[in-house]
């Protein structure tokens, strides 16, 4: 079936550094991909999406780009901010059904 | 923006009281979604409406009931609340047709 493997954390990387979050899917046909972003003790909220191959979602200076060929959605930043820890969830939509992630926490220090 | 709201932030309730969580969407959604969040499982789909009392089980139904009498208000019951039902508990909207979902921000909910 469809699925979305993450990469486990937790991450801990100095303020400043590149940061990068691997996620593959699972998937038949043609989904749509995204980055949840969930601040300590909040709901998820949408960070960026892609709806079909070589499409690049961006918000925030983080991007990630849809590569069909290797059913791979990889989230980065170029120099991440203490603002930034928090749980990052890829998630797949595909019709009615929404998969996610377990999620990988990344703590940000000063 | 799209505002998904939720009942209450923190709950606590004994074992084996009835539980209602509500939640409510301000931007005309087809779709509603609930899922409990538990670490080191991610989110799992406890159930989900496509239309106004129209409903669907998710990956784990069981000991869960939903109601949806208005499209922008989407209910979450327990009928007799368990300690194993300690968990936070999002909601979330979508519009058919688009893919994204938008969440509310959680209710977490604990039963002694």
């Known amino acids: 079936g469809d699925s979305v493997t993450q990469m486990e954390g937790p991450v801990t990387l100095s303020e400043e550094a590149f940061l990068t979050i691997n996620c593959t899917y699972t998937?038949?046909?043609?989904?749509?991909l995204f980055w949840y972003v969930q601040y300590p003790g909040e709901g998820l909220q949408l960070l960026l999406k892609?709806?079909?191959?070589?499409d690049k979602g961006s918000n925030k200076g983080f991007e990630a780009t849809y590569r069909k060929e290797t059913t791979s959605f990889h989230l980065e930043k170029g120099s991440v901010q203490v603002s930034d820890s928090a749980v990052y969830f890829c998630?797949?939509?595909?019709?009615?059904?929404?998969?996610f992630g377990t999620g990988t926490s990344l703590t940000v220090i000063p | 923006d799209v505002k998904v709201t939720q009942s209450s932030r923190y709950l606590v309730k004994r074992t084996g009281e009835k539980v209602f969580l509500e939640c409510v969407q301000d931007m005309d959604h087809e779709n509603m979604f609930w899922y409990r969040q538990d670490p080191g499982l991610g989110l799992r789909l406890i159930y989900f409406s496509y239309d106004v009392k129209m409903k669907e089980k998710g990956d784990i139904p069981e000991g869960y009931s939903v109601s949806r009498e208005k499209k922008e208000r989407f209910s979450l019951i327990l009928e007799s609340a368990s300690t194993n039902q300690t968990s936070m508990y999002l909601c979330?909207?979508?519009?058919?047709?688009?893919?994204?979902?938008?969440f509310g921000p959680g209710t977490r909910l604990t039963v002694t």
């Open positions: 892609a709806t079909k191959a070589d």
């Open positions: 998630a797949l939509s595909k019709g009615n059904q929404f998969y």
């Open positions: 979330a909207s979508r519009r058919t047709g688009f893919h994204e979902q938008y």
């Open positions: 998937a038949t046909g043609y989904p749509s």
